[in-house]
């Protein structure tokens, strides 16, 4: 089985479905990795954007969906499972990365605001 951990921020608003027998959410976290030296100058760092969209199921869709917001850091454990199918008699190869497991790590911007207003009443 291919299993994983992630650490990133949320980079848009998770998007939850309770439509059908179990809820769902989708959410994309995202961070800077470190790239390498510039080529021009040999001395400053590089960075690359990694951004991968995660699915959750049952309880914690829903968990993560009221209280995850945009620039709150997840840390992630997750299985990658493919999902191919068959387009137009063809199949197409595809992957899901499934959140098994997750953490709250450091609050973004916007937990933080509404933190500082519970706070001041």
């Known amino acids: ?14 998007v939850y479905r309770d439509g059908g027998r179990t809820p769902v959410c989708f959410f994309t976290l995202i961070r800077n990795e470190y790239a390498g030296k ?13 951004a991968i969209p995660f699915t959750i199921f049952g309880a914690r869709a829903k968990t993560i969906s009221e ?10 454990e997750y299985r990658l499972v493919n999902n ?33 207003q519970q706070q001041r009443g």
């Open 67 to 76: 209280f995850a917001y945009v620039g709150d850091q997840l840390v992630v």
């Open 1 to 14: 089985m291919n299993k994983g951990s992630f650490v990133g921020r949320i980079a848009k608003a998770p």
């Open 38 to 50: 510039d080529e021009a100058t040999g001395d400053a760092r590089e960075e690359r954007k990694v």
């Open 84 to 116: 191919d199918r068959e387009v137009q008699g063809e199949t197409e190869y595809g992957y899901s990365f499934i959140v098994d497991d997750f953490e709250f790590g450091a609050p973004g911007e916007t937990k933080r605001q509404k933190l500082s």
